[in-house]
């Protein structure tokens, strides 16, 4: 429809999660300057309405399939999964966070919208089939995750992780911009179903190294926003410094929208050229599972050994990518499902042993927990023994179903390289576990407060995610699979 | 529901409601768990009968779709092979939470709740026909075993914790390779299902494929059994473990190895079993003799009898990979042997350890003057384990010997070194730790002799023992069927023989020839 750019009823419908949340993050700003102390209780609520608001929209809105905004947006099963993961994240991050500022004396309706801001730019990388569009995503995602890492001013390590978060994330952005660039040049276009066409067509094939060489741009910008190896070298700094519920947020909520994006890029529109970028990712993922697990053995700072774990972890997904097939592409969709409740469940036991200004983040501080607090401990084991991928948690089947999609595709290297790793990433988290139940707690250590009634919800939410997914994965992978095989 | 899900989900819903109980009141916890178990254990007795009838089909079938895509089924069922393992689980549970009776202070609750989930994981390995859920019994066996070694273990505790579960996990992360492998072969998880194509022809491998298969499963169980020399972390998880824990560890885990050999190895991968055999065979006499050499050397109890565990589990290896009847027979019926007898001697040397709360064979002597009725239960139980005639572990190494006899005449040999080195080290250790002077220290530690309730744990045990020694005829049939038909499977691949089925033929003739007669001199027992 050229010439008429006035969006269609339809359209706007499709749209309408974004633009509920951009109203609900606009609201809350005025709310924050017009309200009392006493009402500013009141906006993580509202923030948290608006978002279950959103997923019943998101959910509502896959009844009608679709483009959006000229063939800018592509409203899916698959764009829906996302959705859905990123509003149920950030509801998450929001019980996780309440109580977390009010200990630091930092409560503010902004850190609430910023979180919104964040989360639409997510929507925007799962539902965008346009390489412009995908960066506009991005960056609206990380201009408010940079603020959110040093959300408080006054914490030398928060700044620090801010200012690192952004000067490298914007560099690599750029990268990613470049290749953007490049692609447009060779290929008159940045839709990714037009280059999709383009490819596949065998009499006018765009030149191969300019292409190869675009991808591989675009590639680096998305590797840095997943923390895959070589860059990677962010994270664990970031993760540490950030406050504690937006280092959970971060490490599921942006990684699962740029593995929507990467999804959409390689599966869909550079589908046609696997062969060019599959050895590349293979050679990546191999590298990101081995230096996260083996970095992460020697860290005694919990959020850090999250970090780390947290890059291993895309190294999986990255091996499901590497399968390049449908299979490989639902198996990545579940894994980041189950990654995001098991780990966003992690960072709610570090939220709540925290404790006011992160005093006690290191893994001497769980000792005794087991005895301590013993329900908290229990749920901690569980989330751990998923990371692990001990059956009937999640995080198994999520293992599983990537290194069943790498075998299919012939990848048995791989996914004993994989497998192995997973091994030896058991003993990191079993120190975790080690120190929570075998070791006594230090003589005249702190009394530990009950977890405040967001942690509580999120531990049980996220808890019972976790199991369900490892009895009943079927659920989950349904959608997936219908989800994953894009719009033709 | 049938009577094999009620013994496979009492224990995992028992859990449960432990978890629930108040942790304060100790002795509630200990007599729920016990009635618990008790009332698994008497469930699991109704097995007997309909298995034996008709030992070489699957008996108390379920077979329903758990997952869709891939295809997992909840599929189990007992057969001759399982029924006593099985058993075995349920016999030693409700004995092993009555001796850790006293002996848990901290975290009691914990404790008793893990002994009924490691009851659910253990049984569900043993009744598992689908491959997948086999492997998520497997592991879900090992996270509370991990738990009893680490939290009420003795001090080296964690380090062994963390190795056990380590080298464990290292294993199943291949079996998880060769499962799923087998699945984009086959697409299917379901044992029956896939040796009927493989039956059929309809699923075939090649040498090469079958030979990484068998071997990504074989290493997982061999890890498990242990083959040396994959037996390290062992000494140390049974040194560390609490009693109960060495006892589950020992008598049951270590079969699931085994178990798996022969349920999984041999029939979906005869080819590569059999061109294995030779080596497989070398690892299991060098375990047998090793592990008796130094269990001779160790100077603490637990690790003399871990030791002697990879010696008597070289035994069970030895007989299966000698494929004939005698040594099939006899491996299965060493594995529930060894069950009962290591397990009661970790039992006594518990009982020991909560006297005189040491675990040195030094810190001992004279206990025969101070307790005679302890002393006579073990010199009882280390007499079994040694092989004596009348005993268990006779019928079982003997049945061995005599086919790894048939099958190649300097492995017997071999073997039976290690039964002369197994008299040599238990005899060593009860004369030291029994007889002789009585120091003072042990003098005012051996305040009593047998208690009731230690009497109610290893009373069974002894009896299990005879019974098992004289009786055999009541636990042999039912295993027969089973080996057979992995016999078979072994012995008509297409491959030259080699190693361990030199003469593969004429020991099969004379193993049907002679089995009327190994009945009767069984009876005649």
Same mark, same amino acid.
């Given at each position: 429809m050229p010439g008429n750019y006035m969006p269609s009823a339809a359209e706007l419908f499709r749209f309408a999660p974004e633009l509920l949340l951009t109203a609900a993050g606009t609201l809350l700003m005025i709310f924050e300057a017009i309200t009392s102390p006493k009402q500013k209780r009141g906006l993580p609520v509202f923030a948290f309405l608006a978002l279950l608001a959103a997923l019943v929209l998101a959910v509502v809105g896959a009844a009608d399939p679709g483009p959006a905004f000229s063939n800018m947006l592509q409203v899916d099963g698959f764009a829906t999964f996302f959705r859905v993961l990123v509003f149920a994240i950030g509801a998450m991050t929001i019980l996780m966070s309440t109580n977390y500022l009010k200990q630091a004396e930092h409560e503010g309706g902004e850190y609430y919208a910023l979180v919104l801001f964040s989360i639409i730019g997510q929507c925007l990388m799962a539902t965008a089939n346009d390489l412009i569009m995908i960066f506009l995503g991005i960056e609206a995602s990380s201009i408010?995750?940079?603020?959110?890492?040093?959300?408080?001013?006054?914490?030398?390590?928060?700044? *620090?992780?801010?200012l690192k978060y952004f000067l490298l994330g914007s560099f690599a952005t750029a990268f990613l911009l470049y290749g953007v660039a490049w692609i447009y040049g060779t290929t008159g276009?940045?839709?990714?179903? *037009?280059?999709?066409?383009?490819?596949?067509?065998?009499?006018?094939?765009?030149?191969?190294?300019?292409?190869?060489?675009?991808?591989?741009?675009?590639?680096?910008?998305?590797?840095?926003?997943?923390?895959?190896v070589p860059f990677q070298s962010w994270a664990p700094d970031v993760y540490q410094g950030a406050p504690a519920p937006v280092s959970g947020f971060m490490s599921v909520g942006p990684k699962a929208a740029a593995f929507a994006a990467f999804l959409r890029i390689t599966m869909w529109g550079f589908e046609p050229a696997k062969i060019h970028w599959a050895p590349v990712l293979c050679f990546v993922a191999i590298a990101t599972m081995i230096v996260g697990n083996f970095a992460a053995l020697r860290q005694s700072n919990v959020k850090r050994l999250l970090a780390y774990s947290s890059i291993a972890h895309a190294g999986y997904i990255l091996v499901a990518l590497t399968a390049a097939s449908k299979t490989g592409t639902e198996a990545a969709m579940f894994y980041l499902t189950s990654y995001a409740a098991m780990n966003l469940g992690a960072f709610a036991v570090v939220v709540h042993i925290a404790r006011k200004g992160e005093k006690h983040v290191e893994i001497g501080d769980l000792a005794g927990l087991g005895n301590r607090q013993p329900l908290t401990a229990a749920i901690f084991t569980i989330f751990l023994l998923s990371l692990i991928g001990v059956p009937l948690t999640g995080g198994f089947f999520a293992k599983f179903y990537v290194f069943k999609s790498a075998l299919d595709?012939?990848?048995?290297?791989?996914?004993?390289?994989?497998l192995l790793n997973s091994a030896v990433a058991a003993f990191y988290y079993l120190r975790l576990i080690v120190t929570m139940y075998m070791q006594a707690a230090p003589d005249g250590v702190e009394s530990l407060p009950r977890p405040s009634a967001g942690v509580q919800c999120a531990l049980a939410v996220s808890g019972a995610a976790t199991i369900v997914l490892g009895v009943f994965p079927s659920l989950v992978l349904d959608i997936a699979s219908r989800g994953a095989s894009f719009i033709r | 529901m049938t009577l094999l899900e009620l013994v496979l989900f009492l224990p995992a819903i028992?859990?449960?409601?432990?978890?629930?109980?108040?942790?304060?009141?100790?002795?509630?916890i200990r007599a729920f768990t016990l009635a618990v178990a008790l009332i698994v254990f008497l469930i699991?007795?109704?097995?007997?009968?309909?298995?034996?009838?008709?030992?070489?089909?699957?008996?108390?079938?379920?077979?329903?779709t758990w997952i869709q895509s891939p295809a997992i089924r909840y599929h189990i069922g007992v057969d001759g092979l399982s029924l006593w393992l099985v058993l075995l689980s349920t016999f030693l549970t409700p004995l092993c939470i009555l001796v850790s009776w006293n002996s848990i202070q901290k975290n009691v609750k914990l404790f008793y709740a893990f002994m009924l989930l490691l009851l659910s994981g253990v049984v569900g390995v043993f009744i598992s026909l689908d491959l997948f859920l086999f492997y998520v019994f497997w592991e879900i066996s090992l996270v509370p075993m991990y738990f009893l070694i680490g939290i009420w273990g003795h001090e080296k505790r964690i380090y062994a914790a963390v190795k056990f579960f380590l080298y464990t996990m290292a294993g199943s992360m291949l079996m998880l390779v060769a499962i799923i492998w087998l699945y984009v072969k086959s697409s299917s998880f379901d044992i029956p299902l896939i040796l009927n194509s493989l039956a059929t022809g309809r699923l075939s491998f090649t040498p090469t494929e079958g030979l990484w298969m068998f071997l990504a499963f074989f290493v997982a169980f061999a890890i498990k059994v242990p083959i040396f020399p994959l037996h390290t972390w062992l000494p140390d998880a049974h040194g560390e473990a609490p009693t109960a824990g060495s006892v589950m560890l020992a008598s049951v885990l270590l079969k699931l190895g085994a178990y798996g050999i022969l349920r999984i190895c041999l029939p979906l991968f005869p080819d590569a079993a059999k061109a294995s055999a030779h080596w497989i065979i070398v690892l299991a006499l060098i375990g047998i003799v090793y592990g008796a050499l130094v269990a001779m050397?160790?100077?603490?109890?637990?690790?003399?009898?871990?030791?002697?565990?990879?010696?008597?589990l070289g035994f069970v290896v030895l007989g299966i990979f000698t494929f004939t009847h005698f040594g099939m027979d006899g491996a299965v019926y060493q594995m529930l042997n060894h069950g009962i007898s290591t397990g009661a001697l970790f039992i006594l040397v518990g009982l020991l350890y909560d006297r005189r709360h040491s675990l040195e064979i030094s810190d001992y002597g004279g206990v025969a003057t101070v307790a005679p009725w302890l002393t006579t239960a073990f010199v009882i139980t280390s007499l079994a384990s040694m092989g004596l005639p009348l005993l268990n572990n006779f019928v079982g190494e003997f049945l061995i010997m005599q086919g790894a006899a048939l099958a190649y005449f300097p492995w017997a040999v071999a073997a039976a070194v290690g039964v002369i080195l197994s008299s040599v080290y238990m005899l060593w250790l009860i004369q030291r730790a029994f007889y002789g002077e009585t120091p003072e220290a042990v003098r005012s530690h051996f305040l009593k002799d047998m208690t009731a309730r230690e009497w109610a744990v290893v009373l069974p045990l002894i009896a299990m023992m005879l019974w098992m020694g004289i009786g055999s005829g009541t636990f042999l049939p039912a295993v027969r069927g089973n080996n057979e038909q992995t016999l078979n499977l072994v012995l008509k691949s297409n491959l030259n023989a080699r190693g361990g089925v030199r003469n593969a033929a004429p020991?099969?003739?004379?193993?049907?020839?002679?089995?009327? *007669?190994?009945?009767?001199?069984?009876?005649?027992?």
């Open positions: 408010a995750t940079y603020i959110l890492a040093g959300y408080l001013r006054d914490d030398k390590r928060n700044n *620090e992780a801010a276009s940045t839709n990714l179903t *037009e280059i999709r066409r383009l490819l596949l067509d065998p009499r006018n094939a765009p030149n191969a190294i300019l292409i190869g060489g675009a991808l591989g741009l675009v590639l680096v910008g998305l590797l840095f926003k997943v923390a895959a595709s012939n990848l048995i290297a791989l996914t004993i390289i994989g | 028992g859990f449960l409601l432990t978890l629930l109980l108040p942790r304060d009141n100790v002795k509630l699991s007795l109704g097995l007997i009968g309909p298995v034996q009838a008709d030992p070489q089909h699957m008996q108390f079938q379920t077979n329903v050397v160790q100077p603490n109890m637990k690790r003399l009898v871990a030791y002697s565990s990879v010696s008597h020991v099969t003739l004379a193993g049907r020839a002679m089995r009327p *007669e190994l009945k009767e001199s069984a009876d005649a027992r």
